[in-house]
């Protein structure tokens, strides 16, 4: 269901239906039988990274689209409408990369950006379990 938005650019509003007619035509006609299988989708979040979508809300000098992040975010409610699992998948990766891009040295932005925000590399988050002898005590 198409939505009346409040973009701040005519680029952003550009780029939003651009992401939604990608998500409508590669991604919303094999989600459910992706999901049956319990497949990941790899091969999509690599495809939304090469066409531009993983580095929306990066720089440009590292092949981001230097975009503000509430048309990241429109755009990524688009995706998840389509599948919520790679939207889930992309809004993911783009939390993991913002420590390297706001944090990395410039030697490690020039050498992990590009791969993580074209999604060649794919950034994840993870949680430890720890040992019960390890817990902390209040």
Known sequence: MAVDRLVPTKEGAELV?????????????????DEAAERFPRDALAMLGQVGLLGLPYPEEYGGGG???????????????????????????????????AF???????????EMIGGKMLGRMRCRRRRPDQISRL
């Open 104 to 114: 990395g040295t410039p030697e490690q932005r020039e050498t992990y950006l590009p």
């Open 17 to 33: 239906s651009v992401v939604r007619e990608i998500a409508q035509a590669e991604l919303a006609p094999r989600a459910a039988a």
């Open 67 to 101: 975009q503000p992040y509430e048309v990241y975010l429109q755009a990524l409610e688009e995706v998840a409408a389509a599948w919520m699992t790679v939207g889930v998948g992309v809004s993911v990766h783009v939390m993991a990369t913002y420590p390297m891009a």
